[in-house]
C-alpha cells in the first residue's frame, strides 16, 4: 500500500524515499559509531559540522512535530508520543509568571539563576531528597533539563573518553555523547528485571571495557522509557561497584522523581547523590520542572553538583545560553515554595491511575508482554515483537498510516521490539488510543 503524502513530513534530506528515510532516522546507529564526515551538496557548497551531521534529530520530538503538523492539517491524531502532562501548570505558578511579566522583571538574570531560585532548589533537596548543596556555588539553572543534562555531559566527557548508557535509555543521551566527541557504551538491561541495572552487570561492563577511558555513567531514575524506578538497595549495589572506579562521575537524570507508584516506604525514590558521601562528590544531579509541575513550555531545569563541576557546567553555559528566561525562574520559585503538596499528590494519583489503566489494556492483548509493570514516570514499554518479526519502526509506520495512532518504536531507545505509551494524556485519550492498538494488533494476527 502506497504511504499517503502527510508521511513526506518525516523526511529528514530531499534525497530520501519517505520510509527509509523515517526507518533510517529511527533504527540508525548511533552517531558514535558513525564515521564522521563533512556533507556538502550541490545545493549548497558550504560543509557542515561533522559532528552534527551525523547526529540524528531526536525521534520523540520528530515524530511529535510532524503529529502537530498533521494535526494543523486537519488530520485526526491520536498522539502518546510526548512525555508531556495534560493538565496545567498549578495557578501558583500561573500567577508568579504573570505578576512577574506585569512586574517587568524581564531582564538578564545571573548566569546560574537567580538568587530566589537557587535557594529554593537548594532548600528542596534539602527538605526532601537528604542533600545539601550550596546555591550560591553548586547549583545551575538552565533552560530545561535537556541542556542541564548536556552540560553535564561535556563537563565530564570528551575525545578519547567513554560514557556508559543504560539501555533502553533516552535517545538524546547517546547524541549527546557524540556531539561531545566521546564514545557511548551501552549496557544492555533484561526485561525480566524491569530494565533495572543490576550490580552484575554493571561490573560485566566495566571488565568488559577496561581498556576504555570511562569518565562518565549517566543513570536515569525514573527511567524514561520504561518508567522503571531503582531503589535505595538497588542505588546502593551499584554505588558499591562504582566506589572501585574512583574516576567515573555520574549523571544522576531524576526529572521524574515525583512521578512515582510505589507504596512501601523501601521502594521511594532516593537521589543517586544521598547514598554515600563518596557518591555525593561524583555525582551531578539533574532535575527540573517540565515533568512534575507541566511547565514543559517554560523550559526551567537545573544541575546540582559539587562546586568543581558546577563550575564547570558555568562556564559552558555562560558561553551557550547564558541564563534561563527570568519569567520562567520566577514560575519556578513559586513551584518550589508556594504549590501545596496535597496538589502534588493529586497529580500523582492522576497518573497513577492513568498507568493502571494503560497496562490493564496491554494484558488483555494478545502477544504483548509486559513482564514489569512500570513505578515511575508516565511511560510504559510493552514487548511486541510478535508482531511484524520484531520490525517495531515498520509497525509504527502503519499504525499511524491505518489507525492514526502515533507511538514512538522501541528501537528508538535501544529496545527494539518494544514500543513506548506515553499515558501523560486524557484517560478519554488513553482509551481511544487503547482501542486503536488493540484493533490494529487483531487485525495483524
Known amino acids: 500500500m502506497k504511504l499517503p503524502s502527510y508521511l513526506s513530513l518525516f523526511l529528514l534530506t530531499s534525497n530520501a524515499a519517505p520510509t527509509s528515510a523515517f526507518m533510517t532516522s529511527l533504527q540508525g546507529k548511533s552517531a558514535s559509531s558513525t564515521k564522521l564526515r563533512s556533507t556538502t551538496s550541490d545545493e549548497n557548497p558550504i560543509a557542515v559540522n561533522p559532528l552534527v551531521a551525523n547526529v540524528k534529530v531526536s525521534a520523540t520530538v520528530q515524530i511529535f512535530s510532524n503529529v502537530k503538523q498533521m494535526q494543523a492539517e486537519g488530520i485526526e491524531v491520536t498522539s502518546l508520543c510526548v512525555g508531556e502532562p495534560d493538565f496545567p501548570p498549578p495557578q501558583a505558578v500561573l500567577d508568579a509568571a504573570s505578576k512577574a511579566i506585569l512586574d517587568c522583571d524581564t531582564r538578564y538574570t545571573a548566569v546560574t539563576g537567580t538568587a530566589p531560585l537557587r535557594q529554593a532548589i537548594a532548600d528542596d533537596l534539602l527538605n526532601r531528597k537528604g542533600v545539601k548543596y550550596d546555591a550560591n556555588t553548586e547549583i545551575v539553572v538552565g533552560n530545561?533539563?535537556?541542556?542541564?543534562?548536556?552540560?553535564?555531559?561535556?563537563?565530564?566527557?570528551?575525545?578519547?573518553?567513554?560514557?556508559i548508557i543504560p539501555a533502553p535509555y533516552w535517545p538524546s543521551y547517546p547524541e549527546m555523547v557524540a556531539l561531545a566527541g566521546a564514545e557511548s557504551i551501552i549496557l544492555e538491561t533484561q526485561e525480566k528485571d524491569g530494565y533495572l541495572i543490576t550490580p552484575e552487570a554493571l561490573q560485566k561492563c566495566l571488565d568488559d571495557n577496561k581498556d576504555k577511558n570511562i569518565t562518565?555513567?549517566?543513570?536515569?531514575?525514573?527511567?524514561?522509557?520504561?518508567?522503571?524506578?531503582?531503589?535505595?538497595?538497588?542505588?546502593?549495589?551499584?554505588?558499591?561497584?562504582?566506589?572501585?572506579?574512583?574516576?567515573?562521575?555520574i549523571l544522576a537524570d531524576e526529572i521524574y522523581e515525583r512521578l512515582v507508584y510505589n507504596d512501601s516506604e523501601e521502594d521511594?525514590?532516593?537521589?543517586?547523590?544521598?547514598?554515600?558521601?563518596?557518591?555525593?562528590?561524583?555525582?551531578?544531579?539533574?532535575?527540573?520542572?517540565?515533568?512534575?509541575?507541566?511547565?514543559?513550555?517554560?523550559?526551567?531545569?537545573?544541575?546540582?553538583?559539587?562546586?568543581?563541576?558546577?563550575?564547570?557546567?558555568?562556564?559552558?553555559?555562560?558561553?551557550?545560553?547564558?541564563?534561563?528566561g527570568s519569567i520562567s525562574q520566577a514560575a519556578g520559585v513559586a513551584a518550589l515554595k508556594n504549590v501545596e503538596e496535597s496538589e502534588m499528590e493529586q497529580n500523582v494519583q492522576i497518573m497513577r491511575e492513568k498507568r493502571d489503566y494503560v497496562i490493564g489494556r496491554l494484558k488483555?492483548?494478545?502477544?504483548?508482554?509486559?513482564?514489569?509493570?512500570?513505578?515511575?514516570?508516565?511511560?510504559?514499554?510493552?514487548?511486541?515483537?510478535?508482531?511484524?518479526?520484531?520490525?517495531?519502526?515498520?509497525?509504527?509506520?502503519?499504525?499511524?498510516?491505518?489507525?492514526r495512532l502515533a507511538l514512538v518504536p522501541g528501537s528508538s531507545f535501544g529496545a527494539p521490539g518494544t514500543v513506548r505509551i506515553s499515558y501523560a494524556t486524557s484517560l478519554e485519550e488513553l482509551e481511544v488510543a487503547m482501542n486503536k492498538l488493540q484493533e490494529f494488533l487483531e487485525e495483524c494476527d
Open 144 to 163: 530545561g533539563a535537556k541542556q542541564s543534562v548536556y552540560q553535564g555531559v561535556l563537563t565530564t566527557a570528551g575525545p578519547g573518553d567513554a560514557v
Open 216 to 249: 562518565l555513567m549517566i543513570l536515569c531514575n525514573p527511567s524514561n522509557p520504561t518508567g522503571g524506578v531503582h531503589n535505595k538497595k538497588r542505588l546502593e549495589e551499584l554505588a558499591e561497584v562504582l566506589a572501585g572506579h574512583p574516576k567515573i562521575a
Open 268 to 324: 521511594k525514590h532516593v537521589s543517586f547523590a544521598s547514598i554515600s558521601p563518596e557518591m555525593y562528590k561524583r555525582t551531578m544531579t539533574i532535575n527540573g520542572f517540565s515533568k512534575a509541575y507541566a511547565m514543559t513550555g517554560m523550559r526551567l531545569g537545573y544541575m546540582a553538583a559539587p562546586k568543581p563541576l558546577a563550575k564547570a557546567a558555568t562556564t559552558i553555559q555562560s558561553q551557550l545560553t547564558s541564563c534561563a
Open 364 to 403: 488483555d492483548m494478545p502477544n504483548v508482554e509486559l513482564a514489569v509493570p512500570p513505578t515511575g514516570a508516565f511511560y510504559v514499554l510493552p514487548d511486541v515483537s510478535k508482531f511484524y518479526e520484531g520490525d517495531d519502526t515498520q509497525l509504527c509506520l502503519d499504525l499511524l498510516e491505518k489507525k
